[in-house]
């Protein structure tokens, strides 16, 4: 008994329509797995949202993560050339305008800059410190050299 060719679920002739039809549809799906297989592996990596003590932050991918528990954080770029420290302390008996002017002293940076209640200076060849208070917590950013990703990791923070 033979089988209608309208009833065959798959083309049996290599250069029929339907034959076409089904290779493109295959083929197709085999892009489409492809893709999401790609976007399931790299969106993770692209975007590794972190909570640390006081603030969560995107840590961009390849980079080191070295915590110490209740004093700091810092982030390093794959290559070295960036390092980015966060600490968040008690601000409790604290004067951040003495806080980083005595960092600025022993960083031998640069005079401080106060802006609507922020402290900066500026050290070595490529270094900035930002400190504040916000409620309870002093706040301390640190920046060193930099790295393409850098923005898009002080941009992240986001303060607990």
């Not at 802006?115 to 930002?130: C, I, K, M, Q, R």
Request: proline fraction near 6%.
């Amino acid at each position: 008994m033979a089988i209608p060719e309208d009833a065959w679920p798959f083309p049996d002739k290599a250069g029929s329509v339907r034959a076409k039809s089904f290779l493109f549809k295959e083929i197709s799906m085999q892009k489409k797995l492809l893709v999401f297989l790609v976007l399931l592996l790299i969106l993770p990596v692209a975007c590794m949202a972190r909570d640390f003590d006081g603030f969560r932050a995107d840590v961009p991918p390849g980079w080191e993560v070295m915590e110490e528990k209740g004093a700091m954080v810092g982030f390093v770029s794959p290559d070295r050339e960036a390092v980015v420290t966060v600490t968040v302390a008690s601000a409790q008996d604290v004067d951040p305008a003495a806080f980083a002017a005595e960092m600025a002293q022993g960083l031998g940076g640069s005079d401080i800059m106060e802006e609507d209640g922020v402290y900066s200076f500026a050290f070595g060849d490529n270094g900035v410190t930002v400190v504040h208070v916000a409620g309870t917590d002093l706040r301390v950013i640190s920046i060193i050299g930099g790295h393409p990703a850098l923005e898009g990791l002080i941009d992240s923070i986001e303060w607990h």
